[in-house]
Nanobody, 121 residues
Framework: QVQLVESGGGLVQPGGSLRLSCAAY????????MGWYRQAPGKQRELVAGITSGGITNYADSVKGRFTISRDNTKNTVYLQMNSLKPEDTAVYYC???????????????WGQGTQVTVSS
């Protein structure tokens, strides 16, 4: 079993910055892709950014140039640095990880609990 624990959300003014963190705990052999998704009220959950174990990244068009995803493989942690935040970025942000588990020796997809990001003046 694997657990993803998120932190770093909060209230920020337009133009401000936040850094989200997500750490994976459990019977981890390897983590392949990690990513961040978000869901605003009344909207579908959407991919914000993803990163492979080799460091290849991809971003939603709406956040390119403003957000940066990174990971620390020694800590099983992924980060999302969010700069120049806009009210449209307001959503619950969810961490996702593609994990190969030691027990039961299988590859599974996990989600964090979600953290609220609110951008408002």
């Amino acid at each position: 079993q694997v657990q993803l624990v998120e932190s770093g959300g909060g209230l920020v003014q337009p133009g401000g910055s936040l850094r989200l963190s997500c750490a994976a705990y459990g019977s981890i052999f390897n983590i392949y892709t990690m990513g961040w998704y978000r869901q605003a009220p009344g909207k579908q959950r959407e991919l914000v950014a993803g990163i492979t174990s080799g460091g290849i990244t991809n971003y939603a068009d709406s956040v390119k140039g403003r957000f940066t995803i990174s990971r620390d493989n020694t800590k099983n942690t992924v980060y999302l640095q969010m700069n120049s935040l806009k009210p449209e970025d307001t959503a619950v942000y969810y961490c996702n990880a593609d994990v190969w588990e030691v027990v039961p020796n299988t590859r599974d997809d996990y989600w964090g609990q979600g953290t609220q990001v609110t951008v408002s003046s």
